[in-house]
């Protein structure tokens, strides 16, 4: 079976403090993908990145950087130099790599950033 | 690109109504999926089309709740005879087959049962 685990419930942080949101998956695949989301006040989901499960290489994209650890099943999200913007509710979530692959989604982390 | 359309945004119901909600998927996008997403929880996957075909279908879609795909474009997914824990929000997402994902979401429609 898949799971996501996503422990912390609720972080708050100051502005421009760095801030790590952990996620933990199982998953029986060999091969599979990990995504984050953003979900803003408004609702919408946003995608963030995908990672497949060939690829360690930790990614850096601006003030966001994913890191990727396969022997510990874990896939933890850091935010550099926080903003207020980035308060939201953030998912980690696993897909298989078939063709379908519906995606399952962790409970998420709520985010927030005081000025 | 105009991004995956969901209507109504929002829909009040007494419970024991039947409901239709639609999504307009991202226009080249041969997949469509729809999820649910309760409050505090991350958003859980109800069914899949690969263009016209229903392909997967999740548990947790009852006989109560029928998804359509006619022509391969947009989708409705329709629940009959309302329960109060059907209040959630529903998400439509679609992506290229190709990619394999990333699927892109649309805002949802929430239902709230009275």
Redesign the interface.
């Known amino acids: 079976a898949q799971k996501v685990t996503q422990a912390q419930t609720e972080i708050s942080v100051v502005e421009k403090e760095d801030v790590t949101l952990d996620c933990v998956y199982e998953t029986r695949d060999t091969t599979y993908y990990l995504f984050w989301y953003k979900q803003p006040p408004s609702g919408e989901l946003v995608f963030l990145i995908r990672r497949n499960s060939f690829d360690e290489q930790n990614e850096i994209s601006g003030r966001y950087s994913w890191n990727f650890q396969k022997s510990t099943s874990s896939f933890n999200f850091t935010i550099t130099a926080s903003q207020v913007v980035d308060s939201a509710v953030y998912f980690c979530a696993l897909s298989g790599y078939s063709s379908a692959s519906k995606i399952i989604f962790g409970s998420g982390t709520r985010l927030s950033i005081r000025p | 690109d105009t991004g995956v359309s969901q209507n109504p945004r929002h829909k009040i119901t007494k419970r024991g109504q039947n409901v239709t909600f639609r999504c307009d998927p991202i226009s080249e996008h041969n997949r469509l999926?729809w999820y649910r997403q309760t409050l505090?929880?991350?958003?859980?996957?109800l069914t899949?089309f690969?263009n016209e075909a229903q392909?997967?279908k999740?548990r947790l879609l009852s006989d109560r709740f029928s998804a359509e795909r006619p022509k391969g474009s947009f989708s409705t997914l329709e629940i009959q005879r309302t329960e109060q824990g059907d209040s959630a929000?529903y998400?439509c997402?679609s992506s290229l087959?190709e990619e394999?994902?990333?699927?892109?979401?649309?805002?949802?429609t929430?239902l709230s049962i009275l």
Do not use: T
């Open positions: 999926y505090g929880q991350g958003p859980e996957f899949y690969q392909l997967e999740s929000m998400l997402a087959s394999k994902g990333p699927q892109h979401f649309g805002d949802g929430r």
